[in-house]
């Protein structure tokens, strides 16, 4: 029997804070694919096995067009036409429109270019945890340690005046917080892309020693400079940002795995892999079928809207072996946090640096570190962000 999940589920299970929502895991027990209502009266599709989300990222008949995302799985949009990304915003385009923007910023985000970085990052981090050490336990690991570290850096990157990412924060918190009205979420994105325009504007009459200086020598329109400055500020500020502060949640739920990671430094590869799976913070995705599709032993008809649960597909047990076990020394790795496909993430080899870096400084300055609040008590981000993670940390440690 075809197995239907009537609605996307709006909190996790009461102490499960790291585990995906129980109906989600239900469904994927009934089978990797699952029929899906949205408010708007549109049969789709839920998709949470691995197999099958890995394929319809690599698949080209299923679309990431924001024109065709037009059934949303949460809100009935009724009769309002969804408008085409803005010039720029890669994330919810299809090539050739998609290569045109992504193409020019591949070489910009190497592993080894990355990896040239990791000595700023080390001190960025190491100065925030002298800050941090210095004022005293207790601390919000939060502002303290985990959206500081990977703000300063994109912003360096990209020539953002590190002085400006107060209001940027604020901005894209309203945009993946899944807290905002539609007019205040308007009103952010208005001011965000008012600053993005002064921006590459001062970029073009004096370019810098940053990426969004480099893209101002090519053929890209200062519209479109903009829509690319907003996806890059956007992933490097939040998505790294809740990776370190409810990873650390986690390591300090589960104390023997930081106590063998700091045991065996050679774990630390491993370790961020299987953090980036076990929390798998960007958590779903949306396609839309461009023709009718066989997958799952289902026919997705063309126009019908798919989501992908990237969670259930990082716990699936036919791909991972104890699935909602942390394990920091797991060894089968290929875990979808990042995606897959041509829109498999940009910045991936930036955030693991960054986690690599970070995670092993703060495990090692403060061996003694530990929740400040019962674990209940920790504020998490709601189930309809579409970045998951905890908005305050509160920590201690021994003195």
């Avoid at 798998?280 to 019908?304: Q, Y």
Wanted: glycine share 6%.
């Amino acid at each position: 029997m075809e197995h239907t999940v009537t609605t996307l589920p709006a909190t996790r299970e009461p102490g499960c804070p790291f585990d995906p929502p129980a109906e989600l895991i239900d469904a994927r027990r009934h089978g990797p694919i699952s029929r899906y209502p949205f408010p708007d009266g549109h049969e789709g599709w839920l998709i949470t096995g691995y197999d099958l989300v890995r394929s319809v990222l690599a698949d080209p008949r299923f679309s990431s067009r924001k024109e065709l995302m037009r059934h949303h799985p949460l809100i009935d949009f009724g009769e309002i036409e969804v408008p085409p990304a803005p010039p720029g915003e890669f994330l919810l385009m299809d090539d050739p429109q998609h290569s045109r923007y992504r193409k020019p910023l591949v070489g910009k985000f190497t592993v080894r270019r990355m990896r040239l970085l990791t000595e700023r990052v080390e001190q960025v981090t190491a100065d925030h945890l002298d800050a941090m050490e210095k004022a005293g336990p207790p601390a919000d690991l939060v502002t303290a340690f985990a959206r500081p570290i990977p703000a300063v850096i994109i912003c360096e990157l990209l020539g953002v005046p590190y002085e400006d990412r107060g209001s940027f924060q604020d901005n894209i918190d309203k945009f993946l917080g899944g807290e905002t009205g539609d007019e205040e979420l308007f009103a952010a994105y208005t001011a965000t892309q008012r600053y993005l325009a002064e921006l590459v504007a001062a970029k073009r009459a004096n370019p810098t020693d940053d990426v969004l200086s480099d893209l101002t020598d090519s053929d890209l329109t200062d519209e479109e400079l903009q829509g690319i400055a907003l996806i890059l500020l956007s992933a490097g500020f939040d998505t790294t940002a809740n990776m370190l502060a409810l990873g650390t949640f986690a390591l300090l739920r589960h104390p023997e795995q930081p106590a063998a990671w700091r045991a065996d430094p050679a774990l630390t590869d491993s370790a961020v892999e299987e953090l980036l799976r076990y929390l798998s913070v960007a958590k779903t995705f949306m396609r839309t079928a461009l023709e009718d599709v066989e997958l799952g032993g289902r026919t997705i008809a063309a126009g019908t809207a798919v989501i992908l649960s990237y969670n259930t597909a990082n716990r699936d047990p036919e791909r991972f072996a104890d699935p909602h076990v942390l394990d920091l020394g797991r060894q089968d790795g290929g875990h979808l946090a990042f995606g897959h496909g041509i829109h498999q993430c940009l910045g991936q080899q930036l955030a693991r640096v960054e986690m690599r870096v970070a995670f092993t400084a703060l495990l090692n300055r403060f061996p003694t570190l530990r929740l400040a609040v019962p674990a209940e008590e920790v504020d998490l981000r709601p189930e309809a962000a579409d970045v998951y993670g905890v908005k305050s940390l509160p920590v201690t440690w021994d003195v």
